[in-house]
């Protein structure tokens, strides 16, 4: 078992045409995941890498049941692109762009939640399940199958943990990268939730960054819902304040969202600090996680 992404995951590509999004298709298919088509608007008919490209996502649920869409569209496009997936009944999104308007984010959001639909990003590098498949665009060669699951706010963090595991012969179950800007589609308690449900997952760590109160409100449900072990990293300790670092949701503004205000409430609601990720291997050796 997996969560989000397994084998009845059947994925069609938003904006697969486009430069980006056909290469990221061929590397999903090289890792055996179930991507059943693709769609651009004006190009259906096509074809890339063989699988057939339609003019609407109504047209690719129809034609090959898919019911996930990886998202390679255009920032400017991908609000409208975002409403028409959702109203053509699918029902797990992962939106790679960055620089997509906050007010975009917000209803994209609030569309999502009406329509009980899950959704990841934006600026996500996807959902990776070692030795099945992947939806987005993690290198698939730094993963391992196991038992820890990681969630992450960074795209390059969650290759470092998941190699720095993969060379201890600890393996993961499910990497999922949450997004980076100020507003997310799906926050981190949510996903831990799915974590803590899954029977094939034993404990999960949180790569976390300065800014936002993502992990500060996850530790709330720490406390009071996870049964498994979960360790966190928070990036950005020498960060400025009021000074975006590299992420448009790594930003601490005032005293809030600092790396030691959000260790504080997250070792206070029992998850274990790594200061470096190196860490991460030494935690899961200790626990025994395989």
């Known amino acids: ?3 989000l992404l397994d084998e009845k995951t059947r994925v069609i590509v938003q904006g697969i045409t486009g430069k980006i999004g056909s290469v990221q298709t061929k590397w999903m298919l090289d ?3 179930n991507v059943v088509g693709g769609v651009t608007p004006g190009k259906g008919g096509t074809k890339v890498e063989e699988l057939p490209v339609f003019d609407s996502v109504e047209d690719a649920v129809q034609e090959t049941g898919a019911n996930a869409s990886v998202f390679f569209v255009p920032a400017a496009f991908v ?3 975002f409403y028409e997936t ?4 699918i029902k797990l999104i992962v939106v790679v762009p960055e620089h997509i308007p906050v007010h975009d984010a917000m209803k994209m959001r609030d569309y999502a939640i009406q329509n009980n639909v899950f959704a990841l990003g934006p600026t996500t590098p996807g959902i990776l399940v070692p030795g099945k498949g992947k939806m987005g665009i993690m290198p698939a060669s730094l993963f391992a199958p196991g038992r820890v699951g990681i969630i992450s706010r960074s795209g390059t963090l969650s290759y470092e943990f998941a190699g720095i595991l993969s060379e201890k012969n600890v393996g993961q179950s499910t990497v999922v990268g949450m997004g980076a800007d100020p507003v997310v589609l799906s926050n981190l308690s949510s996903i831990l939730q799915k974590f803590e449900e899954d029977d094939d997952t034993d404990a999960v760590i949180i790569v ?3 800014g936002g109160e993502q992990e500060e409100r996850a530790a709330e449900f720490v406390e009071k819902h996870m049964t498994k072990p979960v360790a966190a990293y928070i990036a950005g300790k020498y960060s400025p304040k009021d000074k975006r ?3 448009a949701g790594a930003i601490i503004r005032g005293s809030a969202g600092t790396v030691e205000g959000k260790r504080d409430i997250l ?3 029992g998850v274990e600090i790594l200061n470096s990720p190196i860490d991460a291997a030494d935690w899961a050796v200790r626990h025994k996680l395989r």
Do not use: N, Q
Not at 86 to 89: E, S, V
């Open 1 to 3: 078992m997996s969560i």
């Open 31 to 33: 890792y055996d995941t």
């Open 79 to 81: 609000l409208d692109a």
């Open 86 to 89: 959702i109203d053509a009944g």
């Open 208 to 210: 976390g960054e300065v």
């Open 245 to 247: 670092m590299g992420h």
């Open 267 to 269: 070792r206070k609601a």
